[in-house]
């Protein structure tokens, strides 16, 4: 580990465990749910209300803030900690899926990907020493390895080709990276859903050495039961005492599957985007706002939690303020399902540590089964 930056697991329940990250910038939870501050914010939230909700850490994204305002302005300006005012740890991605799945005129090489900007179509070139340069001037506590994405679906030489690229991107990364003490630098295994070409791409990480590993490639479409299918071996390619990182997962019944096996962080927008959208996310599973049968309910989201949401604001408030285009909308559901993803970390956490995970994931499908009609 480099100095500064730590992983130690405290527990274990099955496959699943719990423990911490420490950093110079604060220690992370682990199992834990990072929130995605794409272009420098939490949409809707500010810095403090994110840090009340549990959260210990941020993602910002190295293709967004590349593009705008630029990696070399936040620089300038003291770093993307002191511009968003975030002061705990951040990991930034190595913009490889946004480079797939929102840029144009795409061309792929060994060198890297030329692309132009989805913003303005300006023209620019991404590589692995140019992503640990940008991941750098962000000043971002865990970097990211570069890696390529491929679009699904994709034939199985497709994603083995794509792998064994970013195998040889993963080293270039951990090279340029170089010696940055109380920064970590994480590689990215891909490989679809192919046990073997899972395998190898581990082999080829464990072998450069990274601070920890993340399992991408997955939660892009190929549907819950194909994900947990590679999350039934993929952890265990991985060394034991680094954390495990599942990337843009995803939905609350996603986050109990891979703590189950033995994921230690995730990340995913769809808590704050939802909130856009007038979805809130509860220990009965999700409440469409919009809906007609809200309006005249004098209910909270959920009698059981303490956000300022359902502190203090009825259904049919909530149902009104969506359905009349007011900002405050955005801010109270995103406020509470951000509340509820750390509850559910914490409820994890504390199950993994006392030993009762499986009655702790018994309960939550319990009520999610018997749904939001039913009394709170």
């Known amino acids: 580990m480099v100095a500064g930056f730590s992983f130690s697991v405290t527990a274990t329940d099955g496959r699943a465990r719990t423990g911490t990250i420490k950093t110079p910038r604060g220690e992370i939870r682990t199992p834990a749910f990072m929130p995605v501050g794409t272009a420098a914010t939490v949409k809707a939230m500010l810095p403090d209300s994110v840090r009340e909700t549990g959260a210990d850490i941020l993602l910002g ?14 620089a300038a300006l003291g770093g993307l900690h002191r511009f968003m ?15 797939m799945s929102l840029a144009s005129l795409r061309k792929l090489t060994e060198e890297g990907v030329r692309f132009a900007s989805h913003i303005d179509g300006s023209k620019h070139m991404l590589t692995p020493e140019r992503s640990m340069e940008i991941q ?15 679009a699904l679906p994709a034939t199985d030489a497709e994603v083995a080709a794509s792998m064994r690229l970013s195998m040889r991107w993963a080293e270039r990364s951990r090279h340029a990276f170089g010696n940055r003490p109380g ?3 994480f590689g990215i295994m891909q490989g679809g859903v192919t046990h073997d070409l899972r395998a190898e791409s581990a082999a080829a990480l464990n072998a450069i050495g990274f601070d920890g590993y993340a399992i991408g490639g997955l939660a892009v479409g190929e549907g819950q039961e194909a994900m947990f299918g590679v999350l039934d071996y993929a952890p265990g390619f991985l060394p034991d005492d680094k954390p495990r990182y599942l990337m843009g997962v995803g939905k609350p019944d996603d986050i109990v599957g891979a703590v189950l ?3 230690d962080m995730m990340d995913c927008v769809l808590p704050s985007r939802s909130g856009r959208t007038g979805q809130a996310w509860t220990r009965r599973g999700q409440v469409n706002i919009k809906n007609a049968r809200h309006q005249d309910d004098p209910r909270p989201l959920d ?6 949401a359902c502190r203090s604001y009825s259904r049919a408030y909530l149902h009104h303020v969506f359905r009349a285009g007011e900002i405050i909308s955005s801010m109270l559901l995103t406020w509470h399902n951000l509340h509820y993803y750390q509850e559910l970390m914490q409820g994890l ?5 006392g030993g009762r995970l499986d009655a702790f994931v018994a309960d939550f499908h319990a009520m999610r089964a018997e749904g939001d009609i039913a009394p709170l």
């Not at 005012?85 to 480079?99: A, E, K, Y």
């Not at 750098?136 to 970097?143: A, N, Q, W």
């Open 349 to 353: 956490r504390e199950a993994v540590a």
């Open 61 to 74: 994204n190295t293709y967004h803030l590349m593009l705008r305002p630029t990696a070399e302005r936040i």
């Open 136 to 150: 750098r001037l962000l000043g971002s506590d865990i970097v990211m390895a570069f890696d390529e994405c491929p």
């Open 183 to 185: 920064h970590a630098l």
């Open 261 to 263: 096996r033995g994921i």
């Open 303 to 308: 009698e059981a939690c303490s956000c300022p």
């Open 85 to 99: 005012n975030w002061h705990r740890p951040i990991l930034t991605d190595s913009g490889g899926f946004q480079v």
